[in-house]
């Protein structure tokens, strides 16, 4: 089996973790008044400057600020994601908000790899300096950056990725790192 197939065969297993999303409402909001009207949400200003609004089906919660601008976390795949953004909206505009739903953009994917096998962090560290940064005495994962994603890598083989924008970005940096770690064994 070549290397690129072992490479899509542990992709099939990646566990996405989280989910993070932004859109514009198209209009500056009153938070206070949200929080008057709607149960699944939580405003502390000293605390927090925006309002957060929690929501089961799908799970996630948005953070919704003055500017109009909403942040959704908490979701495990994009379909949700977009889903739960129109769900928010939909919310808003029900409770006497004026708002639309704009410029949706996903933000950043979290999700864990494993390679089952160990990896040797010092082995890997030397070979590819220029994209890792390894100290063992203050973190226990040695982090390989690529463009837009960081690859946290533990001597496990469990590898947790941030930073992507879509699954396809994930999949193109794994094979690339894949051959890499492969390489070590």
């Known amino acids: 089996m070549s290397v690129l197939n072992m490479a899509e065969e542990i992709l099939a297993n990646m566990e996405v973790k989280n989910i993070s999303a932004t859109f514009n409402l198209g209009m500056e909001v009153d938070l206070f008044y949200i929080y008057c009207r709607t149960r699944n949400s939580e405003y502390s200003p000293r605390d927090f400057p925006g309002l957060r609004m929690r929501m089961r089906i799908p ?43 704009k410029d949706y953009k ?23 300096m220029q994209f890792t940064s390894y100290e063992p005495e203050v973190f226990a994962s040695l982090s390989y950056r690529l463009p837009n994603m960081v690859f946290n890598i533990f001597a496990s083989g469990k590898l947790v990725v941030t930073g992507a ?3 396809d970005a994930i999949k193109d940096a794994f094979e690339y790192i894949y051959k890499a770690l492969v390489a070590l064994k």
Not at 85 to 100: A, D, F, M, R
Not at 114 to 126: A, K, Q, S, Y
């Open 165 to 167: 924008k879509s699954r």
């Open 106 to 128: 996903l933000n950043n994917i979290v999700a864990t790899i494993d390679v089952h096998f160990p990896i040797e962090l010092e082995e890997l560290n030397r070979r590819h």
């Open 59 to 101: 799970v996630s919660c948005a953070l919704i600020f003055k500017s109009g601008k909403v942040n959704v976390v908490g979701t495990k795949n994009e379909a949700d994601a977009r889903l739960a953004s129109h769900k928010y909206t939909k919310l808003l505009q029900k409770i006497g908000l004026n708002v639309v739903f």
